[in-house]
């Protein structure tokens, strides 16, 4: 036999050896420790590396988070010189979801799930958390009063961004798109409410 077919004879024996499927007790072969041991603070804890010894950073002067909206319009619902509320949903937020028909419809879907409860499908503030609450003094006002029909389309974006009164912020839970399509569904429950009743608009 030469000493070529031997050598490929012992490297086959040696790959079929070393595939019994043991577990090892050996500590595991990292090339790159840096990636394997990694540091990293804790919140609130010191930091050794930093002069002001804090771990928690502030944003560098300028920069924004990839998903922030840097418009004034379409994240709070302001004017572009952010001096009051814009009148009503802001054409960049239609385009994003396509047409006012499917944010009306994910308005609807929204509305369903984080308003219905307390101001019920018909939005005349009677949901059934207010039906069962022992208190009735902290009941949300109808969507129809006439306050509310004419606040602007940004004012009422804000009251879902921050909440009001008794009812809580939904900001942190709903993105920039299902707010406003919120505020479209409000809109169009309000209009058809108004017909159904012969109010003027």
Request: net charge positive; hydrophobic share 35%; aromatic share 6%.
């Amino acid at each position: 036999m030469s000493r070529k077919l031997l050598g490929l004879a012992l490297v086959a024996v040696l790959a079929g050896t070393a595939c019994r499927g043991e577990t090892s007790s050996a500590p595991p072969v990292v090339v790159l420790r840096n990636m394997w041991y990694q540091p990293r603070y804790n919140p609130q804890s010191k930091s050794e590396f930093f002069q002001d010894g804090r771990t928690m950073r502030v944003p560098v002067e300028g920069t924004l988070a990839r998903e922030m909206e840097v418009s004034p319009v379409v994240g709070d619902g302001r004017t572009p010189d952010e001096g009051g509320f814009v009148d009503s949903i802001p054409a960049t937020v239609v385009q994003r979801v396509g047409d006012m028909q499917r944010l009306v419809a994910r308005g609807e879907n929204r509305y369903g799930i984080y308003c219905t409860p307390c101001h019920d499908g018909l939005g005349t503030g009677k949901g059934l958390v207010i039906q069962r609450a022992a208190n009735q003094a902290f009941a949300p006002p109808s969507l129809h009063d006439e306050r509310i029909r004419k606040m602007p389309d940004g004012q009422l974006y804000q009251t879902i961004v921050y909440g009001h009164n008794n009812m809580p912020p939904y900001g942190p839970q709903l993105p920039i798109e299902d707010r406003w399509s919120i505020v479209s569904y409000v809109r169009a429950l309000q209009l058809s409410q108004a017909n159904s009743r012969g109010v003027a608009q």
